[in-house]
């Protein structure tokens, strides 16, 4: 028995040695969750400058006026199809709020526009030298744009409402020279777009943007007073016009009052 106490001892003493080689002296810390990194948020209101092409249709016909009896010429076409088209470059300001993925905003942009067309009157308004001309000399569309944004990206619907600032001219050297009535257009607008942050800072981001938008106006008449000059009369006219804008922009949208 008093052999046996020193074995014992022995044995105890080793495996206490062993159990505790099995544990580090220093246990790891346990693993701190990291915060999610917070994402891009289109919430915030913006201005830009946007530019692009703009092509559309027109065409000028004849209306008779209210007079007995009224000309032979009324209700024909005098341009027939006409295609308007050139440059339009502005500026842009609206406000977005972003809830979950979806973005809601509301947008105003006014632009220069130097769409144009100009073709030779159909019979039986042909002259050798008459032409009729269709332009537009500004834009202005009021909208508001629904879309889905994924952190940096987003694309988006719009629509709402366009006025334009227009001229229409009827030209013959040879009889009457240049006469032109200016007239400002209501019509409709509506397209789609992507959108895409390329910069972001402490109290603004920058975006840039490419849409397309396609925009109808109601018919109009230009020279509804008679105009007679040197025998010649200028058919009142009827005009129709449509626009198909391409453009890109850049915004610079402010973050006030955000969390980053």
């Not at 004849?62 to 209700?75: D, K, L, N, S, Y």
């Not at 502005?90 to 509301?106: A, D, E, K, M």
């Not at 007239?183 to 777009?193: F, L, S």
């Amino acid at each position: 028995m008093k052999k046996l106490l020193p074995l014992a001892a022995a044995f105890v003493s080793l495996a206490t040695a062993a159990t505790a080689a099995d544990f580090p002296a220093n246990p790891m810390p346990a693993k701190v969750a990291m915060p999610l990194p917070i994402l891009f948020s289109w919430t915030g209101c913006y201005i830009g400058i946007e530019g692009g092409g703009a092509s559309g249709q027109g065409e000028q016909t004849a209306v008779a006026p209210t007079i007995t009896p009224p000309p032979a010429f009324g209700g024909q076409t005098v341009t027939g199809g006409m295609t308007i088209k050139g440059g339009i470059a502005g500026g842009t300001v609206g406000c977005n709020i972003q809830i979950s993925n979806f973005v809601l905003g509301v947008e105003n942009d006014f632009s220069w526009s130097g769409k144009k067309g100009t073709v030779n009157d159909l019979p039986p308004f042909f002259d050798p030298t008459s032409t009729s001309t269709t332009r537009e000399k500004w834009l202005d569309t009021f909208r508001g744009r629904f879309g889905y944004a994924i952190d940096r990206f987003m694309v988006y619907g719009t629509a709402g409402v366009a006025f334009a600032g227009t001229e229409v001219q009827a030209a013959n050297p040879a009889t009457f020279g240049v006469v032109s009535e200016s007239r400002e257009r209501t019509g409709w607008v509506a397209g789609a777009g992507a959108e895409f942050a390329v910069f972001t800072g402490g109290w603004a981001d920058v975006t840039l943007k490419v849409e397309y938008l396609h925009a109808g106006f109601e018919n109009k008449q230009y020279f509804v007073n008679p105009i007679t000059i040197g025998g010649t009369t200028i058919a009142t006219r009827d005009v129709k016009l449509t626009d198909d804008i391409i453009r890109a922009g850049v915004n610079l949208k402010f973050n006030w009052g955000s969390a980053y």
